[in-house]
């Protein structure tokens, strides 16, 4: 077995071998182990992987449902890349929902989920720094999870859910490049939103998401729009 495969092997005893091996290629892809636009061959992931031809082509069907990897005609499986336009509807949809969970979280989160909020901020400033950015990803969508738990809005927090991996793929992509003074000021703009929350400030923390969306916005474009030049002039 090559090299680095072994990183991928799946624990063949685990009850749903299809979710654990759909988890273990969508980690994956996250973490940029496969690159946007890879072919995908399923012989290959196979091998990767140690399961079966069925449970890789069922986990590449969630992926593709995910928006994660895409079938093209005549051409075979890819690794999904988001577009600039595409990633601005992405914000668009988070910043009509995401002041309206802040609005909720306000109303219906209890003592205990403010503390949630609180070390899940503290959690974000202890992996800043953090090289490859999965850690510090992976305690982005934490602060947000807990806001989207003390919501208490499921049908809502499954239109985010849906989208959640192209998030994930998001912030990924842009902390990668992120400097340290940027990913600062972005720590110090969500403990705005925890101390609004903590005030119980229902507008203060809405209008603070809305602008922690659209400024996200901006930066995610302005990486992909300079990643789409420079695939164009290779």
Do not use: W
């Not at 509807?89 to 109303?107: D, G, K, S």
């Amino acid at each position: 077995m090559a090299a680095g495969m072994s990183a991928l092997r799946v624990v063949k005893d685990a009850p749903n071998l299809r979710e654990l091996t759909t988890r273990t290629l969508r980690d994956a892809i996250l973490k940029m182990h496969f690159k946007p636009r890879q072919r995908l061959v399923e012989r290959k992931l196979c091998e990767e992987t140690g399961v079966s031809r069925t449970c890789v082509r069922e986990a590449i069907r969630s992926l593709e449902a995910e928006g994660l990897v895409e079938r093209i005609p005549n051409r075979g499986i890819f690794v999904a890349s988001v577009s600039a336009d595409e990633a601005r509807q992405i914000y668009e949809v988070r910043a009509a929902l995401e002041p309206a969970f802040a609005r909720l979280f306000v109303e219906r989160a209890s003592a205990k989920e403010i503390e949630a909020l609180r070390a899940a901020h503290a959690h974000i400033a202890k992996v800043i720094t953090k090289k490859p950015v999965i850690p510090y990803v992976e305690a982005l969508d934490e602060f947000y999870d807990v806001i989207l738990r003390g919501a208490r809005n499921e049908v809502a927090r499954a239109v985010l859910r849906s989208l959640s991996a192209r998030m994930r793929y998001l912030r990924t992509l842009t902390a990668d490049v992120a400097e340290i003074g940027r990913k600062q000021e972005s720590l110090a703009l969500m403990r705005q939103i925890l101390d609004a929350a903590a005030d119980r400030d229902a507008d203060t923390m809405a209008d603070r998401c809305r602008s922690f969306v659209e400024r996200s916005a901006k930066f995610a474009v302005s990486v992909l729009n300079k990643h789409d030049a420079r695939d164009a002039a290779e």
